[in-house]
């Protein structure tokens, strides 16, 4: 089956703590994205990759960092920079181009102890 | 203030009632998606807009964009329990080619039985 995974679905962190969330894909598109979600707000873009080895800032990339070393995979590190990290955070894909559609994955909730 | 603004912010109806949400954009819209989500869950595409006056239908759900309006409207033909849920309109930013979406607050619908 191709999809998103994200994992761990819930994860906790310690002040100070730097926590990695990871998204992989096997639909082998080009994109992927990285989101967050607030209660009454909708999904603000944190980052994004075009590319392999490339990536760039999305609206809200303060405290936040990622990699692109493969394809498949797009973790995102929220580190200790970020003093509200308390969200719901989307991972998605999509082909290269126009017009595509982002496919995401289920989500992991981050809850601050 | 939202680049997109949805509306109602939420919505009650009893099943087999049909009902209306709407996005509406302060910038000129290149495209339109339209998701849906469960609470806790990622989100799930329903369907792309491109083209002024373009509609399109899947099951009991229809959807349509007015670029003159700058709005597009998601329209449920005799609600069911199964449409409950976080509906999200994201629009294509313009002059990007590799999708950059921004996303509307969501419109939180439940249907009573």
């Known amino acids: 089956d191709g999809g998103i995974t994200q994992s761990p679905k819930y994860l906790f962190r310690k002040e100070g703590q730097n926590v990695t969330l990871s998204c992989e894909q096997n639909l082998n598109h080009d994109a992927m994205y990285w989101y967050r979600q607030d209660p009454g707000q909708g999904l603000r873009l944190i980052y994004y990759?075009?590319?392999?080895?490339?990536?760039q800032k999305g609206d809200i990339a303060e405290g936040y960092s990622v990699s692109r070393e493969k394809k498949e995979s797009f973790p995102l590190t929220v580190t200790s920079a970020q003093k509200n990290p308390t969200a719901f955070y989307l991972c998605a894909s999509s082909a290269s181009g126009t017009g595509v559609t982002q496919y995401f994955g289920p989500g992991t909730r981050l809850l601050v102890l | 203030s939202q680049e997109l603004e949805q509306s109602p912010q939420s919505l009650i109806v009893q099943e087999g009632k049909n009902l209306t949400i709407n996005c509406t954009s302060s910038k000129t819209l290149y495209g339109l998606y339209w998701y849906k989500q469960k609470y806790g869950e990622g989100l799930i595409f329903l369907m792309m807009?491109?083209?002024?006056?373009e509609e399109k239908s899947h099951e009991k759900i229809t959807a349509k964009l007015d670029e003159k309006k700058q709005q597009s409207s998601l329209h449920i033909t005799a609600s069911q329990p199964s449409h409950a849920g976080i509906y999200l309109c994201g629009a294509v930013r313009g002059g990007t080619s590799y999708g950059k979406l921004t996303f509307g607050q969501g419109t939180i619908l439940t249907v009573h039985p």
């Open positions: 807009l491109q083209k002024g006056g």
């Open positions: 990759s075009q590319i392999v080895n490339d990536f």
